[in-house]
């Protein structure tokens, strides 16, 4: 069966150090690979999309890789600042339905001071 | 814009009640589509809709569940009747067609069955 796995314990950085979460899947063939933030209480944030086709993709502070070989993406958040403190969703789009995105069960990041 | 609008914010109704949630999506956005929220499944795709068609409701849990799109700016989610299960928050989110942007999430509904 299809299966999304990100690291479900907590993250603990160090203000200013890159942030490193894990997207891992199964039994997909990935259209694009999406990036969400989730803060309590609020609906997730849409941050990055990332194509089958594409090694990485950068926004500002933020870098995702994809890698179809490993099945894997990595989100880095360098820089980190407290305000980064928030739970990051990964969501895949498969080739056969393209609209629709499955998502993965975050991983909650906090920044310490 | 406003975003994503989602009514009411939170709902507590008794076991065996119907609720109905609301969602208005923005203006332009051709796909609509239901979540539930749970810590213990996460977050999960319940129907979605394109131009105002119910494209895939794989993931509505049962028969008790139905969703409607009457128009491009409001779609429910009814539950009847409601269970202790059901308790969750419940999002709705829109996108367009070939946006690279994603998904937009509204607020939630937080549902509580006592």
């Known amino acids: 069966s299809q299966k999304i796995e990100q690291n479900s314990e907590a993250l603990n950085i160090q203000e200013g150090k890159t942030a490193t979460l894990t997207c891992n899947y199964t039994n997909y063939s990935p259209a694009y690979l999406q990036w969400y933030r989730q803060d309590p209480g609020r609906g997730p944030v849409f941050l990055l999309l990332?194509?089958?086709?594409?090694k990485e993709k950068r926004k500002e502070r933020l870098k995702v890789t994809f890698d179809t070989t490993l099945k894997q993406s990595l989100f880095h958040i360098t820089a980190s600042q407290p305000a980064d403190s928030a739970t990051y969703l990964c969501?895949?789009?498969?080739?056969?339905?393209?609209?629709?995105?499955?998502f993965g069960s975050g991983t909650r990041l906090s920044i310490r001071p | 814009d406003a975003g994503v609008i989602q009514s009411p914010r939170h709902e507590v109704t008794e076991m065996g009640q119907e609720v109905t949630l609301r969602c208005k999506p923005i203006s332009g956005h051709d796909y609509l589509f239901w979540y539930r929220q749970t810590m213990m499944r996460g977050l999960e795709l319940l129907i979605y809709f394109n131009n105002n068609v119910p494209i895939d409701d794989s993931g509505m849990p049962e028969d008790r569940f139905s969703a409607k799109m009457p128009n491009a700016s409001f779609s429910t989610l009814k539950i009847q009747p409601s269970e202790p299960r059901d308790s969750a928050v419940y999002f709705c989110?829109?996108?367009?067609?070939?946006?690279?942007?994603?998904?937009?999430f509204g607020p939630g509904t937080r549902l509580t069955v006592t």
């Open positions: 989110a829109s996108s367009r067609t070939g946006s690279p942007t994603g998904q937009y």
């Open positions: 969501a895949l789009a498969s080739s056969s339905s393209a609209s629709k995105i499955i």
């Open positions: 990332i194509r089958e086709n594409e």
